[in-house]
């Protein structure tokens, strides 16, 4: 398997039904394009939109998987299982890194901010103590390392050693 260290404007997209909305959480914390659709656009306007934006349909859906051939079924049930399921059929690798990571609500770019950009939006003790801060360009939602991302890595680390 190739390592997936490419510009994320490389990297596969996908498009997550809403069967999947944990594994697509879990692609963006991994720093891949991966929006996430709740009940209610129909097979049809799934499989349109991925094909016109280029997306990996990723379904637990055997009719919708065979709506083309960028749909995957993903047959594992438990979320490394699945996440190890699409990087292994894709022949990805990824990094065990937030460095590229995307908002986990919105799938928005994380951008740095200051420590002043974020004075008013986290708790005191995090503003002195965090080393540093993103904020998500789509909602706004502030990131900085911690106790979270330190599992978050640890969990990532486990799916690269079992891809091998």
Not at 26 to 41: Q, S
Request: charged share 25%; with cysteine.
């Amino acid at each position: 398997m190739a390592a997936d260290n490419s510009d994320p404007v490389d990297r596969p997209r996908f498009l997550c039904d809403a069967m999947l909305g944990s594994l697509a959480r879990w692609l963006r914390f991994f720093g891949y394009d991966a929006l996430f659709l709740l009940p209610g656009p129909s097979d049809h306007e799934l499989a349109r939109r991925a094909k016109e934006e280029g997306r990996w349909l990723l379904t637990r859906d055997c009719e919708l998987a065979a709506a083309g051939p960028r749909s995957m079924m993903v047959r594992a049930q438990a979320l490394e299982d699945q996440l190890i399921e699409v990087f292994g059929r894709l022949g990805l690798r990824p990094a065990a890194t937030l460095e590229n990571a995307r908002c986990g609500e919105c799938n928005g770019v994380l951008e740095d901010v200051t420590r002043e950009d974020v004075a008013e939006g986290v708790p005191p003790h995090v503003l002195a103590t965090a080393p540093r801060f993103r904020r998500c360009a789509g909602c706004g939602r502030v990131y900085w390392p911690g106790s979270h991302s330190e599992g978050i890595l640890e969990r990532m680390e486990t799916v690269i050693q079992r891809l091998g």
